[in-house]
């Protein structure tokens, strides 16, 4: 990215085009640490790791931050081609947004024409927003001094990034989230600062998911299509995603959108798991209930027949992205419920003996 | 007169003893350990030994029968099916899978049996009695029927139609047409997919259970695609290279693989 600029003579008195790059851009720069920089995630498997930003190899990957780390530090690489041959040796460097995050001012050197990585603190008056998201931005990288001396700010180039905020340190899991289920959870839970609130949001955005025709279906069969039935916890998330980005016809059962929720939940740092009700040998019928997906996606019926259910469970309490309950008057996911009032609210006949928590792992069939 | 009675003591006998060796007939059960806790003992009837082979499904006679209107393929992301259209309110999902062997039928269903939400309930558990297959379950309120017809696996599931006992309409269609169909003697002109070997590539330790990669050599004397499905799993993915990843849970020592073709025919494997 090269960037030519002609300086204002009558700032600063220099002759021939200043050519600054900038090169790369860093920002989980310190793996060992969430302090002041991002958190480790991935993307199709595949731990991103810095420079995220790094044009030359056709390289622009997202980060991620806790969102207590509103002030976070970004490094920065740029090359000058000249600049020592024009006798000069530094340049004050910030970048700018035109809304939100932006960086504050630092020196640029250019021992050889690199710069190495340069440390820029976030601007005190533009840091990032302290509650969950997913946000882009543009920044334009412009030079404020010369060697000092103040110069009408001009631009060496201009970077687009995507970043997430999550709660907490993510668990497992999602120790190391994906970018594709980050995409979800902080789209669903942007603006939310409490875990109850984003849990709720992803319940009801997983409730409310769409493959390519727009919705996904019940599995009437009750066979869980992407969790293994022989642990409850074994989940294909490679497969789920390939699924709903070309499938029109993707089903799930309460085995499935219940890891969903695990999953989802715990890329932003919650401590959920999902909890599994049973009876060895009859099974429970439900109460009039809108079920996930189903045709034209608004279909209540009851009398489905639950031999065993699986939902979210964040601290004694249900959050289930399988359906919507009838409280008389309308629909509405379970979220933030105890057991005892989710199960008379969903079932007619209640025949649940058993109960186990279950954490979910990542499989790749 | 005296003849007049002793035949009609003859006929009163007959009948008495045609009721009780059916009843009979309709207790003589085997037992299959469902594969999963709790490992209770599930009922199937038995079946002769010297029961015959289908080398195909009723697919055709289905389409042409007057209660049908159409029959569309309508595979899910994972699974594949049909959509059976009695009309524009009325729809059921069908499944079928043709083995080479009853047992393989039978084991099948039971790793179904084994692992659905809906648990549903052998014939000779509940009260419906609508003479399908040789062996039947019901699940549901009966919106779900899973029959065995000799080496035929068929599942019937009601797509939220408005009208009640669809499923049992159609699995009722679908097992005359059966019964109706011609058969081979020999299970080995059943054109199922033939499976060379299994392998185990790697293997690690993902949380409690064991994830194996196993290399699978498997021909198809059709010439069809090839589909992989392991016990645990519902999905029906492309084969692809041949490699499969299979989780054996604390409750599996050794799991099954089963290989379909495009036509539904079906093999299976043991492994570990």
Redesign the interface.
């Known amino acids: 990215m090269a960037v030519s600029l002609m300086m204002a003579e009558s700032v600063l008195a220099w002759s021939l085009p200043l050519d600054v790059d900038v090169v790369k851009i860093h920002f989980n720069h310190n793996t060992g640490s969430t302090s002041s920089d991002g958190i480790t995630i991935q993307e199709d498997e595949t731990t991103i790791v810095a420079p995220e930003w790094y044009p030359l190899s056709s390289k622009n990957e997202e980060s991620a931050y806790l969102k207590t780390v509103t002030s976070p530090t970004v490094k920065a690489e740029f090359y000058a081609n000249d600049i020592g041959q024009q006798g000069y040796s530094s340049v004050r460097i910030y970048a700018h947004a035109s809304s939100g995050w932006a960086l504050s001012e630092s020196n640029v050197t250019f021992p050889g024409g690199g710069s190495g990585q340069v440390s820029f603190g976030t601007s005190a008056s533009f840091p990032q927003a302290s509650t969950v998201g997913k946000w882009t931005i543009t920044w334009t990288w412009k030079v404020v001094k010369i060697d000092g001396g103040s110069v009408t700010p001009f631009s060496v180039g201009t970077s687009t990034h995507t970043f997430y905020n999550v709660l907490d340190t993510p668990e497992a899991p999602m120790t190391v989230p994906w970018v594709e289920v980050l995409d979800y959870a902080c789209d669903w839970a942007q603006g939310e600062t409490t875990e109850v609130n984003a849990l709720t949001e992803i319940t009801e955005g997983i409730n409310a998911m769409g493959d390519t025709d727009g919705d996904i279906n019940y599995d009437v069969n009750g066979q869980a299509q992407y969790t293994s039935m022989i642990n409850y916890e074994d989940f294909d998330l490679t497969d789920f995603f390939s699924d709903i980005n070309t499938s029109s016809n993707v089903e799930i059962a309460c085995n499935d959108s219940a890891c969903l929720f695990n999953i989802f939940t715990t890329a932003l740092g919650c401590s959920t798991k999902t909890y599994r009700r049973w009876n060895s040998s009859v099974t429970s019928i439900t109460k009039m209930i809108d079920i996930i997906g189903v045709e034209d996606d608004f279909n209540p019926q009851d009398d489905y027949s639950f031999g065993l259910h699986q939902f979210g469970w964040f601290s004694n309490k249900v959050f289930d992205p399988l359906l919507q309950l009838y409280n008389g008057s309308d629909f509405f996911v379970p979220c933030n419920e105890t057991l005892s009032t989710f199960e008379s609210a969903l079932l007619k006949t209640n025949n649940y003996i058993y109960g186990e928590e279950h954490l979910t792992e990542i499989v790749d069939n | 007169m005296k003849y007049k009675n002793i035949i009609r003591w003859f006929f009163m006998i007959i009948c008495f003893l045609s009721t009780v060796s059916s009843v009979f007939a309709q207790a003589d059960f085997h037992y299959r350990t469902r594969l999963?806790?709790?490992f209770?003992e599930m009922p199937f009837y038995n079946v002769s030994e010297n029961t015959s082979f289908y080398t195909s499904f009723v697919l055709d006679e289905l389409e042409k029968d007057s209660l049908i209107e159409n029959i569309v393929r309508?595979?899910?992301?994972?699974?594949r099916r049909y959509r059976v259209d009695i009309d524009d309110n009325n729809s059921v999902?069908m499944k079928f899978f043709i083995f080479s062997s009853i047992e393989d039928a039978e084991i099948h269903v039971l790793e179904?049996l084994?692992?659905?939400?809906?648990?549903p309930k052998h014939e000779s558990q509940i009260s419906a009695n609508h003479n399908i297959g040789n062996n039947v379950w019901y699940?549901?309120?009966e919106?779900?029927v899973i029959f065995i017809r000799n080496n035929v696996e068929v599942?019937i599931?009601?797509?939220?139609s408005e009208s009640d006992n669809n499923s049992v309409r159609i699995a009722k269609l679908v097992d005359s047409f059966l019964l109706q169909k011609k058969t081979v003697s020999g299970s080995e002109l059943v054109p199922v997919p033939k499976i060379n070997s299994v392998t185990t590539v790697s293997s690690k330790v993902?949380?409690?259970?064991m994830?194996y990669k196993l290399n699978v050599e498997a021909d198809d004397p059709l010439g069809q695609n090839l589909y992989y499905n392991?016990?645990?799993?519902?999905?029906e993915?492309p084969f692809g290279n041949g490699v499969?990843?299979v989780?054996?849970?604390?409750?599996?020592d050794k799991t099954r693989i089963w290989i379909l073709n495009e036509d539904h025919f079906v093999s299976t494997v043991e492994h570990f």
């Open positions: 999963l806790e709790p209770v309508d595979d899910t992301a994972q699974n999902h179904y084994s692992t659905s939400n809906v648990y699940g549901w309120n919106k779900i599942r599931v009601d797509n939220y993902i949380g409690n259970s994830q392991i016990f645990g799993w519902s999905s993915n499969v990843t989780s054996s849970g604390e409750q599996l």
